[in-house]
């Protein structure tokens, strides 16, 4: 007997052969092993070349028994066939082309034998790129197949033969020759079974599989599952699942190609066969349609996504208890959660993350989404954060960290977000040197992730934010010390991957490090990060911009510290300038506060008219923004110096 092999299946048609029938044909092989004729060297023309005797009456050498010599052809052949479904394509390959050899010798080119034996070897040299090599085999047995009455085998021969120069040509990067022998393929199981059979729609769905699966090409794949869609539709109707599984497949090619309306098309029309079917088993069904209908609709309209969730979630509360996975309904939960605080309904977005834990908490299975309940115990999270409820927030981080920790263990970079997440809140509630504690596991991690080289752009970002939340932490604690040295290997972590350390960055960094300085009274250090500050927020954001203004506020402030008042001025009236322009409440306190620093300049400077001039311009501004404390201050101030010239 001979079997066609597919490259999209594992097995046969006849089946695999069991260990102890390898078994058996290799002991067999050791008896036939004596045969002069395995060894003859092959024409160099092709990996195995065709017998120039036809006769298929061969008779074999004097001493020679021709029932060993089948039985060592027939053992080579189905080690060939076991060897394929195992993968080893090395050994099928070497035992096909002993086959073939002896196919040749034994029966001729000619023979059903040899012709299947040829077919077999194709579908082996497929599986590892030897495109020439079938192509080879092809060409001699589509000769041999001229010659044969046109029969059913002879033409189901004729297909393979089709099927397997599509391959050979996709191969060679022949699009277009590859999809014309594919659509003969199509062409010549049709002249078998009809226009419009089952056995065609068969045809076309193996050979779109082929070309997306192997070749990665849903584009070509799609005409032929249309093709199979439209007989499916005329042989079975809308009542046969074949049908609704064929136009999922499609709607699977359309969307991975962009066509979302085909798409969604394609996936209604099979959830209405599944719904015409009425049978229970098509619930589940129904529910994967519904989610992938909401998965197409991701990217166009929030609201139908919602809706396809819901509809899913509906459909799988009609099945039996136990069919439908947890993790499937809690996924399911936690994307409406998500969705549902994306368009604002914070109530349903509790509700769903809820539905997550409560689940998972219900659940027997140790080996659910772990990740998928840590994100639910996160999202929970933030509803307790806006809500103020920072007790309760914390608990669910702790929570999503256990997760974390059991999901990706404890030197994952997921780890050290949790941790990082935990700590941040914890420092809402006060509790500073627990949360200090927390984000430097986080940070312990990646740092050893950036030591062994093993990191992107995003991950020295957080890394440095973890450097630069710390930072703050110790600065609410006036440990400017502390804040100092966290901003310090901030700075040496860009220093070091300057690659990775993009200006944003650098602007987080330095914002930072110039506040901490000035605590700390270090002008000098403070008055260079300034500067650094003013070039970064001209170049990245315009010269024009607030955080333009706000560094040359800082370093007027600096250069009045040393004493240096011609530059403080300059500074601060650069900065004057561009809040000017600015509209709203926070631009005129803005404004008010830098008039102040320049008073106070000029105070310093013994001009008490010009510092008596710009507070009461600063109070205007002040009043304007609405700013009591502001207002308040500048009125003292004002009435300080107007007392001082009134003294004088």
């Given at each position: ?10 097995t ?40 120039d ?34 993968g ?19 029966y ?8 299947s034996?040829?077919l ?121 699942e ?7 497949r ?9 066509n ?14 599944y ?6 088993k ?47 309904l ?50 929970l ?32 970079k ?20 627990t ?14 992730m ?10 020295l ?9 710390v930072a ?46 000035c ?16 070039k ?41 300038a ?71």
């Amino acid at each position: 007997q001979t079997t066609t092999q597919t490259t999209t299946t594992t097995t046969t048609e006849t089946g695999a052969l069991s260990s102890a029938t390898t078994t058996a044909a290799t002991t067999l092989l050791s008896v036939g092993s004596c045969n002069p004729n395995l060894n003859q060297p092959e024409k160099k023309n092709s990996p195995i070349a065709p017998n120039d005797n036809t006769n298929n009456n061969k008779s074999t050498a004097d001493g020679e028994d021709p029932m060993v010599d089948m039985w060592t052809e027939r053992c080579h052949n189905a080690l060939g066939k076991r060897y394929f479904v195992m993968g080893d394509m090395q050994r099928s390959i070497m035992h096909y082309e002993q086959s073939l050899q002896m196919c040749l010798q034994l029966y001729g080119e000619l023979n059903e034998e040899t012709t299947s034996t040829r077919l077999d070897l194709s579908f082996a040299y497929v599986r590892v790129d030897k495109a020439e090599h079938v192509l080879q085999q092809l060409e001699v047995v589509s000769q041999s197949l001229l010659q044969l009455p046109n029969t059913p085998s002879r033409l189901h021969e004729l297909k393979t033969i089709q099927f397997l120069s599509g391959i050979a040509h996709y191969l060679r990067n022949r699009r277009e020759e590859a999809l014309k022998h594919f659509r003969s393929a199509v062409g010549v199981c049709m002249k078998m079974a009809g226009d419009f059979s089952t056995v065609t729609a068969d045809e076309c769905i193996t050979v779109g599989l082929q070309i997306h699966e192997t070749f990665q090409s849903a584009e070509d794949a799609i005409p032929f599952f249309q093709h199979a869609v439209s007989i499916q539709r005329k042989v079975l109707g809308k009542a046969g699942e074949a049908l609704a599984n064929t136009c999922r497949r499609l709607a699977f090619l359309h969307r991975e190609c962009g066509n979302r309306s085909e798409a969604v098309a394609c996936f209604e029309e099979a959830l209405g066969v599944y719904e015409n079917m009425g049978e229970e088993k098509t619930l589940l069904k129904q529910g994967l349609v519904y989610e992938d209908l909401a998965a197409t609709c991701k990217d166009a309209s929030t609201e139908d996504v919602v809706s396809y969730f819901e509809k899913a979630l509906e459909v799988y509360g009609r099945v039996k208890s136990g069919l439908v996975e947890t993790d499937r309904l809690a996924r399911i939960h936690g994307a409406l959660s998500s969705l549902y605080g994306t368009i604002g309904d914070k109530e349903k977005s509790v509700l769903h993350s809820g539905m997550v834990t409560t689940l998972y908490a219900n659940c027997k299975d140790e080996d659910h989404d772990l990740d998928n309940e840590a994100m639910a115990f996160l999202r929970l999270a933030s509803h307790h954060i806006a809500e103020k409820q920072y007790g309760l927030a914390v608990e669910n981080l702790e929570k999503c960290l256990s997760c974390r920790m059991k999901h990706y263990g404890p030197d994952h970079k997921k780890t050290a977000d949790a941790y990082f997440n935990l700590g941040n809140y914890q420092y809402m509630t006060k509790a500073y040197e627990t949360s200090i504690e927390n984000v430097s596991r986080g940070i312990r991690i990646y740092e050893d992730m950036i030591n062994e080289g093993e990191f992107v752009t995003d991950d020295l970002r957080k890394l440095v934010d973890m450097r630069l939340f710390v930072a703050r932490v110790h600065n609410s604690q006036d440990d400017q010390l502390r804040a100092a040295e966290e901003l310090q290997q901030a700075e040496t972590l860009c220093a070091l991957h300057p690659k990775h350390a993009d200006d944003a960055l650098l602007l987080s960094v330095y914002d930072l490090s110039a506040f901490s300085y000035c605590k700390l009274g270090l002008w000098n250090q403070a008055m260079t990060t300034y500067k650094r500050l003013v070039k970064l927020n001209e170049a990245l954001k315009g010269k024009d911009h607030t955080h333009t203004a706000d560094a040359y506020n800082g370093l007027g402030n600096v250069y009045r510290k040393k004493g240096v008042d011609g530059k403080a001025l300059q500074c601060f009236l650069k900065a004057l300038a561009i809040y000017k322009i600015k509209k709203g409440n926070t631009a005129k306190l803005n404004t008010s506060g830098i008039m102040n620093n320049i008073a106070m300049l000029y105070h310093h400077r013994k001009d008490i008219q010009m510092a008596i001039r710009y507070l009461e311009m600063s109070l205007e501004y002040a009043k304007m923004a609405n700013a009591e404390q502001q207002i308040e201050n500048t009125k003292n101030f004002l009435v300080r110096l107007k007392m001082e010239v009134v003294l004088a």
